[in-house]
């Protein structure tokens, strides 16, 4: 069942929607919840192993072996901490766990010519499973990115569209594009998160069936924060855990408006003027779904915090002394976790995952302009 977030309103899963008549965002409910361990331990070597809590059937599923990427334990200045190298996926980004899920249903609804606005990571994961669905794609991209950004969207034969003017004016125009074709918006779908919650059932099976007690995440339209918030509630609501570990998100100083948000006590994320970021992945100045990041903190205990552009920097280059070559929107998290280590709550001993979301190979050129 889907549901609106705002109003109630609810929608038979069978309906290809992306978002309610009121024009809000909408929730998927999981039908049943049961997960087996043992099945779990005999499925695929993929997120599709949790697939008794999947929104789509087998028969449908468009996989590439997504997920199931690995738990590194790493001592760090005397303290154990856990990289989660979820840039290891087919398109080098964890994207790619909300696209199979996504795409998979999409082509359960029979739906064969999407749009999507993105020219980073999300655009690149929507051309390449859209390319194994056989799906048509078309990606919006703002006409000022650079070529060197598109390769990768180019390289999976998706139909791209350069739009003039703002990042702003991308979106709209692909959505106006939504009257002909499907809009396979990451940020609207509520699938894409039945995709990322595969993140909390991973590092669940990886700490041998027990849940971690923090993990820092990086969020701009806050697909992971809501991915880990939905996943770990399942695993609480099934009884395999007592408590949802704590979701520490983390945003760049120059845009924030969850921080600010969160820390001034609001129930929604007024947007932001946002300054330019290294971490370009979480420059987003007004989420879709903020009411639900803020809930979904602080229902977990967790908290907000920001990065400024010179952390990010030498949480690059200390990552890769450790053999991590990460994007820089992937090395927020490392800034965010020598800056709460300092904390006294934050004693030694706790299991904390480090979510590294994107590979530093998609962002080469301004990795070198950094060295
Ligand atoms: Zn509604």
């Not at 609480?236 to 408590?243: A, P, Q």
């Not at 809930?295 to 920001?306: F, K, L, M, P």
Request: charged share 25%.
């Amino acid at each position: 069942m889907l549901q609106c977030y705002d109003c109630g309103k609810t929608y038979p899963e069978e309906k290809a929607l992306w978002q309610c008549d009121c024009g809000s965002y909408l929730l998927y409910t999981t039908p049943e919840l049961k997960l087996n361990k043992e099945k779990i331990q005999k499925g695929p070597f993929s997120l599709w192993r949790y697939q008794e809590v999947l929104p789509v059937s087998e028969e449908y599923r468009v996989t590439m072996g997504e997920g199931l990427t690995p738990l590194l334990p790493v001592t760090y200045e005397g303290r154990e901490v856990f990289l989660k190298l979820d840039f290891l996926q087919p398109t080098g980004s964890y994207k790619d766990r909300g696209t199979s899920v996504l795409i998979s249903k999409l082509k359960e609804w029979g739906v064969n010519r999407v749009a999507e606005d993105s020219s980073g990571n999300a655009g690149a994961s929507m051309a390449a499973y859209c390319a194994r669905a056989g799906i048509e794609c078309e990606i919006f991209v703002p006409a000022y990115t650079s070529a060197g950004k598109l390769v990768q969207i180019q390289y999976y034969g998706a139909d791209m569209v350069k739009v003039p003017g703002t990042r702003e004016d991308t979106t709209l125009a692909a959505i106006r594009r939504a009257e002909e074709v499907f809009y396979a918006s990451h940020n609207w779908s509520p699938y894409f998160i039945e995709g990322t919650k595969t993140l909390a059932f991973e590092c669940w099976e990886q700490l041998e069936w027990q849940a971690p007690d923090a993990v820092i995440v990086p969020a701009g339209n806050g697909s992971l924060v809501l991915g880990l918030y939905k996943g770990f509630t399942e695993l609480k609501e099934m009884g395999y855990i007592n408590r949802l570990p704590r979701i520490i998100a983390v945003q760049a100083a120059n845009c924030s408006p969850v921080y600010r948000a969160f820390h001034q006590g609001l129930d929604v994320v007024p947007a932001v003027k946002k300054q330019p970021t290294l971490a370009e992945g979480i420059a987003s100045a007004a989420p879709v779904k903020g009411a639900y990041i803020l809930e979904a903190i602080r229902e977990s205990d967790g908290t907000v915090v920001i990065v400024q552009e010179e952390e990010i920097k030498r949480a690059l280059l200390e990552l890769g002394r450790l053999g991590v070559f990460v994007e820089p929107t992937s090395a927020t998290v490392w800034a965010a976790w020598r800056a709460l280590r300092q904390q006294e709550e934050w004693t030694a001993g706790q299991k904390i995952i480090l979510e590294l979301t994107g590979s530093g190979l998609k962002a080469t050129d301004k990795l070198q302009e950094l060295t």
